[in-house]
Structure formats: C-alpha cells, structure tokens
C-alpha cells in the first residue's frame, strides 16, 4: 500500500528538489572550483611546477575514487544503502567539510598545505559520491530519472558557463560560499532533526514506482553484468576525452573567445542556454531509447565534436572558429551528462544503488576527469603541440565511437529494460 504521506501534496515533489539542488550544486562545484579553482590555485598562487599540479591532481582522482568504493562496498553490506536518514546524514556530513575546505582553500600557501588539502578533500568527496547519488532510488521515480538529470545537467551547467568567467580561486570561493554557507546548515537540520518530511521520504524507496532501475535484470536484481560494465568503460571514456580536450582549448587563444572563458557575455550565454536545450532534450530521449542507441548516439556525437576541432587545428589553426563549434560541444556535453545522472540508478535497486553509483560515478566521473586534468596539465607542461593533443584525443574517441558501432551490429540479446511501474 502506498504511504498517504508519501504520494499526497508535496513531499515527494521537495524530495525531487532537494535531489536536483543537491546534485547540480555539487556538479557546478567539481566542474568549477574543484578542476578549475585548484589549477588555479597550484599555477598562480602557489607557483608551483605544472608537473607538481598535474601529480596533484592524479592523488585527487585515485584517493576518492579508493574512498567512494570504500564506502559503497560498506553501505552496500551493512544495508546503509536503503537507510535514507543515513544517506541524507552523510551528504550533510560532507557538505558541512566541503564549506570548510572551500573557505580555507584560497589562504594555503605552500605545495605541502595544497597536498594535505587535497587527502582531506578527497575523503569527504570520496564520501559523498554514494551518499548522494544513492539518493536517487530515495528522491526520484524511475520513470522520471532523465527528466531529473536534465534538470540537475541544466542547474549545474548554465551558471557554470554564465557566471564563471573569473577562473580564479579566490573568485570560486566567494561565489560558493554563498550557496554553499546556508545550505550546510539547512542541510544539517533536516539531516538531523528528524521529523514527518524525512519520514516520509524515507519511506518512498519501498513504493513500486522507486523501485528498481529501468535496465535492472529480473534474474540480476542489481548485480552489475556485462551491459553495467560497458557503460562503465564507454562513460570512463567520454568523460576522460572530455576533460583532456577541454582543458585544452579553453587555454588556447585562438578559442578563448568561443569558449567557457570569453569574454564575451553574448558568447557564454549562448553556451549556456545550448547546455539547457541539450540536456532537455537528453531528457527526453533517454527514457524512450533502448541502452545501445543511447550509448550509440552519445558517443557518435561527441566524436564529432572532436574531429571538429582537430580539423579547425589541423587546416586553419590561425582564424577563430565559428560559435557552432563551441554550441556542437555544449551539447555533446550536456547529453552524457544526463546519462551520467540518471544511467547509474538505473542499473540498480535500493539494496544495490550504493555500491552501483560508487563504481560508476567514481569511475566514470572521478577518476577519469582528474585522470584527463591531470594528464592534460603534463602535456602542457612538456609542450605537446596543441595539433598533436586534439589527434591523441579524437584517436580515443573515435575508438570508442567504434565500439559502439560494434555493439550496435552485434545481436541483440534478451532485453534488460524493465518497464517502470506507473
């Protein structure tokens, strides 16, 4: 029987929201303070050695994925993972740290500071990968699982290109704390001071319409099989393409004025309307598509996108590219974004989503962007040729573009979607 609290008025919709401002909060604060800020801070600041930051960033990648595996594998054995007041407790926890470390952030001073920052950083994100998207079988019906990561992709990416054309530290740490100070502290009181709102919610992951995810096998019930671990390589892929080429062209002049770091407004705020447009129409698209054509499509498009940008390198290297080559790559973005919130849960019931968005967030998210930052800093570093970093970056996504062709022509067995109950 349904919970009269639990599907009445407002309850579920505040559990929706707080998953949406949750997650693209926490999206726009790794896509900008944390592999921006922190580069930031190691170059300019610090004046350390590019070679020194890039190392930084590899302990940052490999110590919270450790940590984010660590606790999934533990909530998942201990049931932690259908414990809402648990999670919710644990994102607070996190949430409350990462506020501390944000304000801290733009006083270190030495190379040894930076390090130990970056170990305690790792902890409580490592931490909060689980704890907050294990979230989703608590907050969010699966039938609605893209439309909510589009609204999570939109929240997230539209200030980001907007209103962060400042790439320093002490700019990031400003803008964030202002969201980040009350909603520590709101966080912290719904977290902890338990009453009918999170009882409710609590108690929504037992309703048939949270249940298990659209691509969660009858015989499986939540046990990652081949299709969970080929998004894992192919999402491990479009991530670590993302930010090796990203990373990149935003440093290079003659795309400065086409890209995330404009100076033009008209520029950023083409770009971030086309992250909206692009992840509602992920949105859509991602609950009537079967999984290979999802993957299919993600990665033909984001090939694209990089054979786009080796050709302008390779042919015209001198003349400013046109905006649509910057809008191309918003959307390539903003689709595999919507995947990545949504794909995870969805291979997963609530005794398994801990464990599940452990592996593939911190996989997919984590340790192949800090991975790709930190390899992208060392080619800088060494002076790779820009042309030479853009072939190296479209040979690895047009592999991985192959392997979906692959996967497309292979034939199709049972399938694993699962129809969400109405």
């Known amino acids: 029987m349904r919970s009269s609290e639990s599907d009445a008025g407002w309850v579920p919709w505040f559990g929706v929201g707080l998953f949406v401002a949750a997650a693209s909060a926490g999206y726009f604060y790794n896509l900008t303070f944390v592999q921006l800020g922190l580069v930031d801070l190691g170059i300019r600041v610090l004046e350390l ?11 940052l990648a490999g110590l919270t994925l450790v940590v984010a595996l660590g606790t999934g594998l533990v909530m998942h054995y201990r049931r932690w993972s259908e414990n809402f007041e648990f999670k919710l407790r644990l994102l607070a926890v996190v949430v409350v740290l990462q506020t501390a470390l944000t ?15 970056i170990v305690i950083a790792s902890i409580g994100l490592g931490l909060g990968v689980p704890g907050l998207f294990s979230l989703t079988c608590d907050l969010v019906p699966t039938r609605h699982r893209g439309t909510v990561a589009a609204a999570v992709t939109s929240a997230a990416f539209l200030p980001a290109a907007v209103f962060s054309s400042d790439w320093r530290i002490e700019q990031f740490a400003a803008q964030l704390l202002w969201l980040m100070v009350p909603s520590a502290v709101a966080l912290t009181v719904l977290a902890f001071t338990p009453g009918r709102v999170t009882a409710a919610l609590a108690r929504q992951h037992h309703l048939p319409r949270y249940g298990p995810g659209r691509f969660v096998s009858p015989r499986s019930r939540g046990t990652p099989r081949r299709a969970f671990a080929l998004s894992l390589v192919l999402m491990f892929g479009v991530y670590f393409i993302d930010s090796l080429g990203f990373l990149r062209i935003v440093d290079t002049p003659v795309y400065i004025g086409s890209a995330w770091h404009s100076a033009d407004s008209g520029t950023l705020w083409a770009i971030g309307i086309t992250h909206v447009f692009a992840a509602v129409f992920a949105g859509i698209l991602y609950r009537a598509l079967p999984l290979r054509v999802l993957l299919g499509w993600v990665f033909g498009l984001f090939a694209l996108v990089q054979l786009s940008y080796v050709f302008h390198a390779l042919t015209t290297p001198e003349l400013p590219p046109t905006l649509g080559m910057p809008l191309l790559y918003a959307v390539a973005v903003s689709i595999y974004t919507v995947l990545n919130f949504a794909l995870w849960a969805d291979f997963s019931t609530p005794s398994t989503i801990a464990r599940n968005t452990a592996l593939g967030v911190g996989v997919s998210g984590w340790l192949a962007t800090f991975l790709s ?50």
Do not use: D, G, K, Y
């Open 49 to 59: 050695p590019e070679q020194n930051i890039a190392r930084a960033m590899a302990l």
């Open 103 to 117: 304000a801290a952030a733009p006083h270190l001073r030495s190379e040894t500071e930076l390090l130990v920052w």
């Open 373 to 422: 930052t930190s390899l992208s800093i060392w080619w800088t570093a060494i002076e790779l040729p820009f042309a030479e970093h853009l072939r190296a970056v479209a040979a690895i996504s047009l592999l991985l573009f192959s392997l979906c062709a692959l996967l497309l022509l292979l034939p199709n067995r049972p399938r694993l979607h699962q129809e969400e109950p109405v």
